[in-house]
């Protein structure tokens, strides 16, 4: 078997794109003001958690910036190697993160960019549940996703062909309250990669808190 083959399906297209994702996606404007919402509310020297961290930029390179600690964990070694040299601020573990132990109450936030659509519906429903779990108390987590009802669907993303699975958006809202999160707000909006291959793509992004204490 070739060693394409024993990589993870997005290990495989993230190590293929590189720094080429962030050029695509680091200057998303619904991205950016997600993540300034976060930092707007994390307490001084924060521990954080990127979820699919990729380059490092804009979300880790940022919660690092604001003086908080970040550890970042995504499937690709390509990504996990480029985030390390771009913010040697931040821990970047290369792993799955459906396989990651996660201890209760760790992380005062959690960023959760995009790095659900390669998973099947029950993993992303028991990931946001450990990611809820692993929040503090009043703790906060941004996600984003594309808002879909498809399941295990190929789909073209800046010109790879990719499998993708997700929820329409009510679906993506239920499954993060019966994580034990509170929605305070949901924002849409429609992205054009900076990419010869890319298209207009909808976006959604909910602003959560774990219930308990917090504005």
Do not use: N
Not at 33 to 52: I, N
Not at 170 to 175: D, I, K, N, S, W
């Amino acid at each position: 078997m070739r060693h394409e083959d024993q990589r993870p399906p997005a290990a495989v297209v993230f190590d293929a794109l590189g720094l080429a994702y962030e050029k695509a996606f680091a200057h998303a404007p619904a991205h950016l003001s997600a993540l300034q919402w976060l930092v707007e509310r994390l307490p001084p020297a924060a521990r954080t958690l990127d979820v699919g961290s990729g380059t490092g930029r804009p979300t880790a390179a940022a919660l690092v910036e604001a003086g908080h600690s970040v550890l970042g964990v995504d499937v690709s070694p390509v990504m996990v190697d480029i985030a390390a040299r771009q913010v040697p601020g931040a821990d970047f573990r290369c792993g799955d993160i459906r396989e990651l132990p996660l201890d209760a109450d760790t992380f005062d936030g959690v960023c959760v960019f995009f790095s659900l659509l390669q998973m099947t519906r029950a993993e992303q429903s028991a990931l946001t549940r450990r990611l809820a779990r692993a929040l503090r108390p009043g703790g906060h987590l941004v996600l984003a996703t594309v808002p879909a009802d498809v399941e295990d669907v190929e789909v073209v993303f800046l010109g790879r062909p990719v499998r993708a699975t997700s929820f329409a958006e009510e679906g993506v809202v239920g499954m993060v309250e019966s994580a034990g999160l509170t929605v305070l707000s949901r924002h849409s909006a429609v992205f054009t990669p900076d990419h010869p291959d890319g298209g207009p793509e909808p976006h959604l992004f909910l602003y959560c808190r774990r219930d308990g204490t917090g504005d």
